[in-house]
């Protein structure tokens, strides 16, 4: 809402600084945009008349080269007045127009100097304005046009008058009121606790000719239309309107069309009330009469809208119809191109009705159509004042248009509407507000903002009417608000809330979440977040089977087709991600995150949203530095990273199993594994499949893994029993022992470690090694450091010679192995 | 006196060797010879039994005195000569200081759960409890319960994203999109869901993913992080709401910031506000970071809408409370001036180490 300062004061007394009125709208809940100065800054801009105007000889646009009067602005040699050369694109003049010449030397809003120069080769002297390069509007269509009286030379700031303030304000949707210069000056009455004083225009004269000797009034469907009030007015003047009316419509934000027009905006712009004016003599006659419907339009239907474009209906739109046949306008929205008003219309027929919001809502959006009319109708007009407004309306174009007013108005008015009775206790006020208000305080904010306010002090309450154009105002609370804003939220002292019985913090489960990330990141991973959102082909592209990932969450209005639906896998955002590094030069790359993924049931509305922790390892840790070298990340990378994860959360039966490719398509069979604690699958490990990878653009080596947060957390506990440190000291041995390698590290562990018995403190592998001729075709030596020790008494070396031989004889009878000598 | 004469000789001889000594293998070298088993004091004193019986003590004596001396010597030049074998090793030791350190890898968090972990430590310390909520919810959860009218423009398909529901029989009229489910806009839905299942007091913080048609850009992202505050208590106030807010934007921005409440509208809370911060760049008087204003506008909140208490089953005449929800990503621009959104859903770990 652009609220005219200039029109604003004529309403209610404004402190000097129209800063200091935007400081408190600011602080009562109105936000200002911009203050925007008009009018002003205009040095060396001129009233001209244009003397001449030729057509550019050379250029393909069409340019005009003028000859433009500026008067004294402009001297020859002679001393006399010399018009100046001006090469202009605009096509909306002719000779002999009065304009608006910015001379050079002129600085326009939008810091846009003034300089002479060449357009298609031809010397240019200045510009002809339009409105917009002068920041009075937004007319650009062409230049602007003074009327004819205005005198060639005079300084446009002078002609034009004071400059205004504009404060560009946003109005919260609960807030129809102050879609009006009226709303906008009770509220400010009521912030700065001055008197208002709004004069609207009376009609001075009715005719004799009654409106509803015209004009019928039907409202097909009620839920469309809570009122429709038709005026007509006769022997209107189409032409320009007056300087006062013109200018408060562009700083409405407006262009001024006619005077017919403008009334109707004007009267919008100060009452809130959305106005249409047909051509009455366009608009079919039966009987005599003319017969306005308010219909649903059918779905197909068809109107071309004011703005000439061709509109395609539906059954929840609604359309002003002449006799219920041909549709004539976009009820609250836009009206008919075939009843405008122009230059020959002579009768005008007047709407001022209200539309019901969410049909103004839809219709505006499903037709990507916003009108002025749509904003207001979309908030809620005041169907209580309809009336009124037509009549101010109609005394504008009897005083504006030199119309004659029909008398009387047709109303259809089915159910008016009531206002709100409403109780505010005002010590409730006082405790859901933290403050001593005092209940006189309240009354009078109240008062101030348009309601009749009563204080019952036996009831401790006072008995509340808000004006009808407040719909935001219905119960308590609402009214507690604006007793609040007006008192000021930043007076109410701030306090902590005194409460009991209650303790807060992070559960179990939370804690161990956050436990699962610091735990990575101290592995050397780095989080990152990736899109919720997935490619329809992207489990398809990895190779992942749906199975155990439910079906797809598929959005209705995607913004990108590789965003149609969410996320079943997080790890095709994080090998995007690999790639983003790979492609911008970064090699060593190792992320995780944590996440949801969606796995939608086929028979229920909402999809399980499990949490999934997923990793992605590529390059090495660190490029190598001068005293530290760092093994591409491999497959043992990642388990370990694992490993570290499980030990964490304190999980003791963490065992690795080689996937089965089939089940694991989107992994590189052999260097893959199951993760399972006991017997829970935990997630996986492995590298991604070279041919999934290349699928997301990674030609690099990535291991990854993924693991459910749920199963973790079932598993994970807070502590592990205390083992004994211990004191006395151990015997270290090592074993290398020759396997084939279908024995596993995991099963010679096993093996070795039932076989120690209790002596046997720890195994530790430290070397794999294969060599077909040393140790043998198909074969590997693994080489253990075992140490043994017992917790009540050093080990004599016989005692550790015969539980290491029994160890040795145990193990390598069970995997067929040999002692590598 | 001859063996005197001897001893002085070989206290004379030592003492002159063990001061010349160059290394501690020259030193032993000469302690074997002096007073080692065949060293040649131990010859000497071997050999007291050649000495007179009324010289011994006197012979005795001294002879004991020269080894004394002697073993001092020994002893006092090995420190010498250990402390210069430590110096010199230490002197051969030195590094360039400069040189970059062995560093292990060590991960970063990223920068939204950084904030967000941050405001759940500091509401955690004021008592409240971290909630969650599905991100896939219904228009129910989502607006209805919210008290967002039916027609409200937020429904619509332009500012929603509506997934396809696979069971929609007996929901609400479909007004908006075709569907009554939806990626949820706002982590207000969690309130409902908590009044829902927890009696009062209630005091939570829900951070968390939320959805909106805005396509990626400099300023937007599709999807980005709320955290939603709610507290609903016996004789909760407005100063509460205030005084809570005010703790947590010292908390977060720093304790010489100031904050500033605008009254505002949002369908769910009733008074409602937005809260300002003093911008840190120019310290509140206006600069380009802050547009001028000297103000940056960090969180909207208000005191619960009695219809959402209405929506949840609990009474507003027995209890109060106030609501508030923070974009994380808006602190995180707000922090670190981000140029571009988009940087934190690229997993560029460049950008991702620097925090």
Redesign the interface.
């Known amino acids: 809402m652009r609220v005219s300062y200039e029109w604003l004061k004529s309403m209610v007394d404004l402190p000097e600084d129209p800063h200091d009125l935007e400081r408190e709208f600011i602080r009562t809940g109105t936000e200002v945009e911009a203050v925007e100065v008009v009018g002003a800054n205009l040095d060396h801009v001129v009233v001209g008349q244009v003397l001449e105007m030729e057509h550019h000889p050379t250029s393909d646009h069409p340019l005009w080269v003028c000859k433009i009067d500026v008067g004294d602005n402009n001297l020859g040699e002679d001393g006399k007045p010399k018009p100046l050369q001006i090469v202009c694109g605009a096509q909306n003049f002719k000779t002999g127009d009065k304009i608006v010449v910015s001379l050079v030397g002129a600085v326009l809003p939008g810091d846009v100097k003034i300089k002479k120069s060449k357009l298609a080769g031809i010397e240019s002297c200045g510009m002809n304005c339009s409105e917009r390069e002068l920041g009075l509007g937004n007319e650009h269509d062409g230049i602007m046009i003074l009327p004819a009286d205005a005198p060639v030379g005079m300084p446009f700031s002078q002609y034009h008058g004071d400059s205004d303030v504009v404060l560009d304000c946003e109005i919260t949707p609960n807030r129809p009121d102050c879609l009006s210069m009226e709303g906008m000056a009770v509220e400010t009455g009521a912030i700065l606790d001055e008197d208002t004083h709004i004069e609207l225009p009376a009609i001075a004269h009715e005719g004799l000719v009654r409106t509803d000797s015209m004009v019928e009034v039907a409202i097909a469907d009620r839920e469309l239309c809570s009122r429709y009030v038709a005026r007509v007015v006769r022997n209107v003047k189409i032409g320009p309107s007056p300087e006062w009316l013109a200018r408060r419509v562009i700083a409405a934000g407006s262009r001024p069309i006619n005077n017919v027009v403008d009334v109707t905006n004007y009267v919008m712009f100060l009452t809130g009330q959305p106005l249409h004016a047909f051509d009455l003599g366009k608009l079919s006659e039966r009987a005599g009469k003319r017969h306005i419907v308010v219909r649903a339009a059918a779905d197909g239907e068809h109107l071309t809208t004011l703005d000439g474009e061709d509109r395609t209906l539906t059954h929840d739109m609604a359309v002003i119809t002449d006799d219920g046949v041909r549709p004539v306008a976009l009820a609250g929205v836009m009206g008919g191109l075939d009843s405008e008003i122009d230059g020959d219309t002579v009768d005008v027929l007047l709407e001022s009705a209200c539309f019901q919001s969410g049909h103004i809502s839809r219709t505006s959006r499903a037709l990507n159509l916003m009108s002025e009319a749509s904003i207001r109708y979309e908030r809620k007009v005041d169907a209580a004042s309809c009336d009124e407004v037509a009549d101010v309306a109609a005394a504008l174009f009897e005083a504006c248009c030199g119309a004659e007013v029909c008398r009387g108005r047709v109303d259809v008015y089915p159910t008016p509407v009531e206002a709100a009775h409403v109780i505010l206790r005002p010590d409730r006020a006082r405790a859901l507000c933290g403050a001593d208000i005092p209940d006189a305080t309240m009354v009078h904010y109240l008062e101030r903002l348009g309601c009749v306010a009563v204080l019952a002090p036996e009831a401790g309450e006072i008995q509340v009417v808000p004006p009808t154009n407040r719909p935001d105002l219905t119960r308590e609370a609402d009214l507690v608000e604006e007793v609040l804003r007006l008192w000021g939220m930043g007076d109410v002292t701030a306090t902590l809330p005194a409460a009991k019985n209650h303790a807060g913090g992070l559960t179990l489960e939370q804690q161990r979440v956050r436990l699962i990330g610091s735990t990575l990141r101290a592995c050397g991973l780095n989080e990152t977040l990736t899109y919720g959102f997935a490619d329809e082909h992207d489990l398809e592209r990895l190779g992942m089977p749906e199975e155990g990932r439910g079906c797809a969450v598929k959005i209705i209005n995607p913004l990108l087709a590789d965003q149609s639906e969410m996320r079943r896998s997080i790890i095709p955002g994080l090998l995007r991600s690999v790639a983003y590094n790979v492609d911008h030069g970064v090699e060593d790359v190792a992320l995780y995150e944590v996440g949801h993924v969606f796995h939608g049931r086929p028979t229920r509305s909402q999809p399980d949203e499990p949490t999934y922790v997923a990793g992605v390892l590529a390059g090495s840790w660190d490029r190598d530095g001068w005293n530290s070298k760092h093994a591409p990340l491999d497959f043992f990378d990642a388990k370990g990273v694992i490993e570290d994860l499980t030990d964490a959360l304190r999980l003791t039966k963490i065992r690795f199993k080689p996937t089965d490719p089939d089940k694991y398509p989107w992994l590189q069979p052999g260097r893959a594994a199951e993760v399972f604690d006991a017997g829970d699958l935990l997630g996986w490990v492995g590298n991604i499949h070279p041919a999934s990878a290349a699928n997301f653009g990674v030609e690099c080596d990535v291991v990854a893994f993924e693991l459910s947060v749920e199963a973790l957390l079932r598993k994970a506990r807070r502590e592990l029993p205390y083992v004994e440190v211990p004191s006395l000291p151990g015997v270290d041995v090592d074993l290398a022992i020759v396997v084939d390698e279908e024995v596993t590290c995991e099963m010679l562990m096993q093996r070795i470690e039932s076989a120690g018995g209790k002596l046997l403190d720890s195994v530790r592998l430290f070397d794999v090694y294969r060599d077909p001729v040393r140790v043998g075709p198909g074969k590997k030596s693994m080489a253990f450091a075992l140490t043994y020790r017992a917790a009540d008494h050093t080990l004599t070396s016989d005692e550790v010679e015969k539980a290491h031989d029994k160890l040795v004889k145990k193990v390598c009878r069970s995997t067929g192995g040999e002692v590598r000598g | 006196m001859a063996m005197i004469d001897d001893l002085k000789a070989i206290e004379a001889q030592a003492a002159k060797g063990i001061s010349g000594a160059p290394t501690l293998d020259d030193l032993d070298r000469i302690r074997v010879a002096v007073t080692g088993k065949k060293g040649s004091l131990t010859g000497v004193l071997r050999s007291m039994g050649a000495v007179p019986p009324e010289q011994r003590p006197q012979v005795g004596k001294f002879a004991n005195e020269v080894r004394g001396r002697v073993e001092e010597a020994l002893e006092a030049r090995r420190v010498e000569l250990s402390h210069a074998a430590m110096q010199a090793r230490i002197a051969a030791d030195a590094v360039d200081v400069t ?2 350190g ?9 920068l ?2 950084q904030i967000v ?1 941050e405001m ?1 430590q500091i ?2 310390g ?5 909630m969650d909520g ?5 228009t129910y959860y989502n607006f209805t319960a919210l008290n967002a ?3 409200h ?1 937020s429904r ?3 500012d929603t ?8 029989e007996g ?1 609400e009229a479909h007004v908006q ?5 939806l ?1 949820r806009t706002q982590t207000s839905g969690v309130q409902v869901h908590t009044m829902e299942e927890h009696e009062p ?1 209630i ?1 939570m913080i829900c951070p968390g ?1 939320v ?1 909106r ?1 805005d ?1 990626a850009d400099a300023c937007h992202l ?2 980005f992080t709320q955290i939603e505050g709610l ?1 609903v ?1 016996e ?6 709401l ?3 807010l ?2 947590f934007c010292r908390e977060m921005f720093g304790s010489d910031r100031a904050t ?6 949002f369908p769910f809370t ?4 937005e809260v300002d911060v003093s911008c840190g760049v120019c310290g509140g008087k206006g600069c380009r970071f802050c547009k001028g204003t000297g103000w940056l506008e960090i969180l909207g909140c208000g ?1 619960v ?2 219809n959402v208490f209405g929506f949840s089953g609990i009474d507003p005449e027995k209890y ?1 409370g106030f609501a508030f929800g923070i974009g994380a990503e808006r602190v995180a621009a707000l922090r670190y001036d981000l140029p571009d959104l988009r940087m ?7 950008f ?2 620097q925090f």
């Not at chain 2, 004789?235 to 509460?240: H, L, R, Y």
Request: hydrophobic letters at 25%; aromatic letters at 10%.
């Open positions: 040189l970059p062995r560093r292990p890898q060590v991960g970063s968090q990223h939204i759960s972990e759940e509401f955690c004021m008592g409240y409890r971290v599905p991100q896939v919810e219904t009218p039916e027609d423009p619509s398909a332009r994203f509506y997934v396809v529901d696979n069971a929609p929901k999109g075709e569907s009554d489910v990626l007091p005091y993913t959805y048609p396509t599709p999807q507290v208590d004789g909760i106030t407005f100063g509460d205030k005084g809570t005010d703790y500033r409440y605008r009254p505002h509208f009733e008074p409602s506000c005191m809408d009695p109060s934190l859903m690229t997993g560029d770990m460049r991702l180490r």
